[in-house]
Every structure is written in structure tokens, then in C-alpha cells.
């Protein structure tokens, strides 16, 4: 395998475990929170469509992904409304708000399914720095690098004392309740920034990844991201490994085919969740042994 | 008085009625399609088939379009809402709505139904397929002439006789322009997913393609070529706008002719259940926006070759034929019968990764 063929791999990698890592990030933070919000896909979706619309619009990188931004936290709203007001069931109303953002995003994106943008183009590194490997692993587009500065945000965040008042709220939101604290609008906030990750990653699918409009542009990510935060038990690291472990076997079952392994591609097709699930169930064995990788206890219940 | 009122609606409507119906009255046909026509693709293609026909007939016939009738339930509850409004002829599209078709068929005998690329058919479902593989051969011929890695990449959905059928003629078309030409394969089990099929593309460049081709739905295949630099070869629809450089050629399907003789036939009252097969005799595959950086000789070679497919004097699968184990699968001067190419489930040599 020639340095060019790992290179190449390499910046597949990243970019295909980018989305899951953004996506993962908004579901850790508003689980923390004790909110259950499975409506990733239909935010993503509408975060993609709203970016690629604005893109064509107005031709700016930045205006797109603040639009891509902007709808999944206008989504998310949709969810926090009924959910935290209502208490109506989180399950339901994420899935009927996948449902919705589906529809409208094929519903906007559908008359303009033959356009295409100019995709978002990669900074260059300095030329000192130019082996292939080291290339590969820097050489991005921007939303790549916030995509990493958002991981080392939340993880700093989850280590501060602040954070401990989110996870009140998730564990027994009665409690922070009686020491004071807003419950109803931390988890707003914690599910806010969750639509705005999943419109980032939308706007990332849509302005770097295929700079098309296809209905299928999602393709899944939002459930799988789902999985990942699970199996991850809510920590940014574990996540940042199976985005990476669940990229890698997507792209080398590709490979592997491509060289001409006589495999069933079937197989082949199914690896990437095999294999994820089985390094993050190993990874998650002590789970309930330390209380830090417990599940908040409240998650998806109506705090009433 | 009310009564009376209602009496004299009631037989005005009567008389409409009547009337309308001595009147020549236009032939109901409906088209049903699983994704949206805006997607491209499959459905675009069948879409275009569909004006061409309005265009044909004009007053004769009323055409319905029906979008994202995804297989299962809806096709089934869709085919039973359309036989209920009488229309007489129903188009189903996708391969997936063969079943719903069979089930319903039976209980609307007096309607016809035609089926696109499905293998079941009953005394009022008719089936018809384009014979994409000779348009696939002649563009695999360019394809193979304009590669200069000799190999070509080839990002495939899933391991079925149709998608096999292609992967072979594009690689026999190559191989008759330079017998070296491998033609490198992957499947990434899906129609529709624009990132999986950008991801293919970009391996198969790197692994040293200059020339790629699809059976998937997105332009993303496009889009990359673009990118990278290499020549692309377009399937279904004219796909040229999505790399102005880079498209060499689109293979596409042209259903109009195919729609028009179907319901020339309804409407003369000679419709019958039938299997068919049509392609470059009706030009229902062929050759658009070829680039002009193809040599002119090229150009009339294939047309030659396209003559004779026409006039059915050139057969694509003719002996020797080996397969990719080695396999003589066709003698000198054999040739397949179309029973043997719709179930087909072997590859050709010169083909690497066939499931």
C-alpha cells in the first residue's frame, strides 16, 4: 500500500466520523441533561438542506452554517416545547420530530435536488509540514477543526464544577429543583445545543462532505450517533473512538473490496456496526460499577 | 320545491355524464414512482418517458404521476386507489413494487398493468426493461480507449442479475477497445447514498482508476470525478452539468418510446401481457454528451457497432467467454439467450471484486 492510498484513507476517515462525532457531542450533552432526544436524524437532515439553500443563496461559508445551525436549534425547540412543558413522552415526540424534519427537508431540498455548490475547500498547511500522514490527519476544512475545538469544549465543560448542575439535572432533577436551579431551562439549553451539533454536522455533510442535495444525504447518522453516545456511556472520548473505529471499518470494507477480497460484500457492509459495537460493549463492561458512566438516571422521564 | 331543485341536478349531472362518456373519453395512465422525480435518477428518467408520451398523444390520454410510493403497503393501497378511479393502465417503476402489483392485478382483471424491470407477470401484468447493457458496452468501449491506467473503477449498489449485466458489457465493451482493462468494483449495498458513493469513487481514483462509472442514484460519483481529474461516464440521465470537464459519457435511458408503444397498443385495444425488452432498435439506450475529446474514429466505430445491435447482427455475450474463475462459460460463437441474461449471476473476466 503506497503512502498516497494511506493518505487518502486517513482523510476518509475523519471526514465520515466528523458528523458522528458532532452529532454525538449535542446527544451527550442534552442526555447529561436527562433529555432523550431521538429526533438527531431530522435535525441533521434539516441542518443539511438549510445549509446547501443558503450556500446556493448567498454563496458564503459562513452564513450556511450558521443557517444549518439555526434550524436544528429551531428543530430542537420543536421537541422542548411539548416535552418540557407538556411532558409528553421524549421517545414519541423524537421520533415524530425525525419524522418532521425529514419531510421538510425533502420538501425544501426537492426543487433544487440538481444543483450543485462549490464544496468547502480544505486549509493548506505550511509547507514545512508536508508528509502525507501528517497532511492527512490536519490538513481540513474549518467546520473539521470546530468540530474539534467543540470535543475539547465539552470535555473541559463535563470536568468543571458547572457541569455538575447538568447532571443533576439528569440524574434527579427534583433535587436541583429544591437547590435552586432552573431545571426546565438548562435542559432547554442542553437540547438547543444539541439541534445546533446536529445542524453543524448537517452543514457539514452538506458543504464539504457531498456538495449535493440528495434526500438521502443523512443516510442513518443520526441513529447510529445515537448508538455510539450509548455504547460511549455519555464520554467524549469513548465517542471520539467509535466515530473513528466506525469510520475506519466503513472505509477499509471499501478497501478491501476494492483489492479484490472475495468476501460477501454483504458482510463486508455490516462490519462497521459489528465491529463498533463490539469494542465499545467490551469498553463499557464497567459501566455500572462506576457511577461517573451510569446513566442519568432521569433520562427521558417527564420531570413533573 | 327543494326536492324538485335537487331532481333537476341530479339529471343535468345525469346527462353530463352520459354525455361524456359517449364522448371519446381519454385513457387513464398512471405512472408510479419510488423517489422523488427531483432526486434524478431512475424515477427522472421514467418521468421524461412520461411527457414524451403526453406529447405523443395529447388529448387522447390523461397521465398521473405518482411520487415516493415506496414498496409495501403504499404501493398496494396506491394501485387499488387508481384502479377504484378507472384508470386503465398502470406503470409501476420500481422493482420493489412487483409484489403489490401481482396482488392486485388479480383483483382488477379489466385494467392493465405493466411492470418495469420485475420477472413476474399474469394475464393483465405485462413487464419492460431496457436492454441498458448495450448502452453499457458501447460506453465501456470508449471508456476503455480513454483510459490510459487500464483500469476502471466502478461503484456498484447491489450484486443482482441487472447491476451484473451492466458490470459485464461495460467490461467486454473496454476489453474490445484494449483487452488489458480491468474494471474494479465495489459495493456499497445501496442505491441511494450520496457520502458511500463519494467515498467509492475517491478509493477507487486513489487505487488508480482514470475512469469511473455508477449504477447508484446521486451525482455525488460526478462530483468527485470532478474533483480528482478523471473521466466519469454518467447512467440513467444526462449527467453532464454535474462535472463539465470530466463527463465523457452518459448512458441514458429513454423510456418514451417505450411508453408509446405500449399505450399505442392499449389504446388500439391490442395491449396483451408481454416481456419487453427493448434497446438500441428502439433507441431506448443511448449514448449522450459524449465529450469532444473523444477521436472521431471512436465515434463511428461505436455508431457501427450500435447499427448492428440495432439490427440485431452484434450480440454482446458471443464465445469464447471465460468467467473471472476461469470458467469457459460461452464456446466459440456461442451466444446467451435473454432467459440466461435476466437471471444472470456471473462476471466476466477482467472484472475484480464480484461479490
Known amino acids: 500500500m503506497d503512502i498516497y492510498l494511506i493518505e487518502a484513507m486517513i482523510t476518509a476517515v475523519i471526514r465520515s466520523a466528523t458528523p458522528l462525532l458532532l452529532l454525538g457531542l449535542g446527544i451527550i450533552i442534552s442526555e447529561r441533561a436527562g433529555i432523550l432526544n431521538l ?32 434550524a436544528g436549534m429551531i428543530l430542537s425547540s420543536v421537541f422542548i416545547t411539548p416535552v418540557l412543558i407538556l411532558h409528553t413522552n421524549q421517545v414519541a415526540t423524537g421520533l415524530a420530530l425525525t419524522i418532521l424534519g425529514l419531510g421538510i427537508a425533502a420538501l425544501a431540498g426537492n426543487p433544487y435536488a440538481g444543483e450543485t455548490i462549490t464544496a468547502y475547500q480544505v486549509i493548506s498547511l505550511p509547507e514545512f509540514m508536508s508528509s502525507p500522514i501528517l497532511r492527512a490527519i490536519l490538513e481540513h476544512d474549518p467546520i473539521v477543526y470546530l468540530s474539534w475545538i467543540i470535543a475539547i469544549g465539552v470535555t473541559f465543560f463535563l470536568r468543571s464544577s458547572s457541569s455538575s448542575i447538568l447532571i443533576a439535572c439528569g440524574h434527579a432533577p427534583r433535587v ?56 460511549a456511556s455519555r464520554q467524549v472520548g469513548r465517542l471520539l473512538l467509535g466515530a473513528i473505529i466506525f469510520g475506519s471499518t466503513d472505509i477499509l470494507q471499501l478497501l478491501l473490496q476494492a483489492i479484490g477480497l472475495s468476501m460477501s460484500s454483504h458482510i463486508l457492509a455490516a462490519s462497521p456496526y459489528l465491529v463498533t459495537i463490539a469494542a465499545l460493549v467490551l469498553l463499557s463492561r464497567q459501566n455500572n460499577l462506576n457511577p461517573k458512566l451510569r446513566e442519568p438516571r432521569s433520562l427521558g422521564q417527564p420531570n413533573i | 320545491m327543494i326536492k324538485k331543485k335537487y331532481k333537476y341536478l341530479l339529471v343535468l349531472i345525469l346527462i353530463g355524464y352520459v354525455a361524456q362518456s359517449i364522448s371519446q373519453e381519454p385513457l387513464k395512465v398512471a405512472f408510479l414512482y419510488q423517489h422523488p422525480v427531483n432526486a434524478g435518477g431512475w424515477s427522472l428518467s421514467h418521468e421524461q418517458g412520461r411527457l414524451d408520451a403526453e406529447n405523443e398523444f395529447g388529448d387522447k390520454i390523461i397521465t398521473i404521476a405518482l411520487e415516493g410510493i415506496q414498496p409495501g403497503p403504499d404501493t398496494r393501497r396506491t394501485l387499488i386507489n387508481l384502479a377504484r378511479e378507472n384508470y386503465e393502465l398502470i406503470f409501476a417503476t420500481s422493482f420493489g413494487h412487483m409484489n403489490s402489483v401481482m396482488k392486485v392485478a388479480r383483483s382488477f382483471p379489466q385494467i392493465s398493468f405493466q411492470h418495469a424491470s420485475g420477472y413476474k407477470t399474469a394475464n393483465n401484468v405485462g413487464t419492460y426493461q431496457i436492454r441498458a447493457m448495450q448502452g453499457r458496452y458501447l460506453a465501456g468501449k470508449i471508456a476503455g480507449h480513454m483510459s490510459t491506467s487500464k483500469k476502471i473503477g466502478y461503484v456498484a449498489s447491489f450484486p443482482i442479475p441487472e447491476v451484473i449485466r451492466g458490470i459485464n458489457a461495460f467490461t467486454l465493451g473496454a476489453q474490445a477497445a484494449n483487452p488489458d482493462v480491468t474494471i474494479q ?16 469513487t475517491e478509493l477507487l481514483i486513489n487505487l488508480g482508476a482514470d475512469v469511473i462509472t455508477h449504477h447508484t442514484e446521486t451525482p455525488a460519483l460526478m462530483v468527485a470525478a470532478e474533483e480528482a481529474g ?53 433507441d431506448a439506450t443511448r449514448l449522450v454528451s459524449i465529450s469532444p475529446k473523444v477521436p472521431s474514429s471512436i465515434l463511428s466505430d461505436i455508431e457501427e457497432i450500435r447499427t448492428q445491435m440495432a439490427n440485431k447482427t452484434f450480440n454482446i455475450f458471443k464465445g469464447p467467454i471465460i468467467d473471472i474463475e476461469g470458467k469457459t462459460r460461452l464456446g466459440r460463437d456461442q451466444t446467451l439467450k435473454d432467459e440466461d441474461l435476466i437471471g444472470m449471476e456471473w462476471f466476466v473476466k477482467g472484472v475484480i471484486n464480484a461479490d
Open chain 2, 185 to 200: 468494483a465495489i459495493w456499497i449495498n445501496s442505491w441511494m447514498n450520496a457520502a458511500k458513493e463519494r467515498e467509492a
Open chain 1, 39 to 70: 429526533g438527531q436524524e431530522g435535525m441533521l437532515t434539516c441542518g443539511a438542506v438549510a445549509s446547501f439553500l443558503t450556500m446556493l443563496a448567498t454563496g458564503s461559508f459562513p452564513i450556511s452554517i450558521l443557517a444549518a445551525v439555526a
Open chain 2, 230 to 282: 478523471v473521466w466519469a461516464v454518467g447512467y440513467q440521465y444526462d449527467r453532464s452539468q454535474f462535472a463539465p470537464n470530466s463527463h465523457l459519457v452518459t448512458i441514458e435511458h429513454n423510456w418514451g418510446p417505450i411508453y408509446n408503444s405500449i399505450i399505442r397498443d392499449k389504446l388500439e385495444g391490442n395491449w396483451k401481457s408481454e416481456s419487453l425488452w427493448f434497446g438500441v432498435d428502439l
Open chain 1, 176 to 231: 436541583a429543583t429544591i437547590l435552586g436551579h432552573n431545571v426546565i431551562k438548562i435542559q432547554a439549553l442542553a437540547t438547543l445545543f444539541g439541534g445546533a451539533m446536529a445542524g453543524l454536522a448537517g452543514a457539514y455533510l452538506a458543504l464539504s462532505f457531498t456538495p449535493i442535495w440528495s434526500e438521502s444525504i443523512g443516510a442513518g447518522r443520526g441513529w447510529i450517533a445515537l448508538a455510539l453516545v450509548v455504547f
